[in-house]
């Protein structure tokens, strides 16, 4: 059975950093794209970052413009494990973020994904 599971998220001061996991089960998503949304109380659900494999053991990873300069995406393979590490955190950030793998980047991007987490919430008060 396919998991993936997100884990970080807390409440945290404007201006402070948080690291959100997203742990994979199940099978291998070393050639498949994961990434990461997010879904304001009230508003659709956001594009925030992709980490795409671009063959061999090459990833690219593209931030939406809300989190350009802030937010850093990565994976470790190794642990099936994808992170995506937020600074300077403003109170619009708020909202429950979801990780997703799909083998398609487009797929993905457009909200699409095969395979999606249950979320984690991350509160930034101000």
């Known amino acids: 059975q396919v998991q993936l599971v997100e884990s970080g998220g807390r409440l945290v001061q404007a201006g402070g950093s948080l690291r959100l996991s997203c742990a994979a089960s199940g099978r291998t998503f070393s050639s498949d794209a994961m990434g990461w949304f997010r879904q304001a109380l009230g508003k659709e659900r956001e594009f925030v970052s992709v980490?795409?494999?671009?063959?061999?053991?090459?990833?690219?990873?593209d931030i939406a413009d809300s989190g350009k300069g802030r937010f850093t995406a990565w994976r470790d393979n190794a642990r099936n494990t994808m992170y995506l590490q937020m600074n300077n955190l403003k109170p619009e950030d708020t909202a429950v973020y979801y990780c997703?793998?799909?083998?398609?980047?487009?797929?993905?991007?457009?909200?699409?994904?095969?395979?999606w987490g249950q979320g984690t919430q991350v509160t930034v008060s101000s």
């Open positions: 997703a793998a799909d083998p398609s980047s487009n797929t993905l991007v457009r909200g699409k994904a095969a395979y």
């Open positions: 980490v795409s494999w671009t063959g061999g053991n090459s990833y690219r990873a």
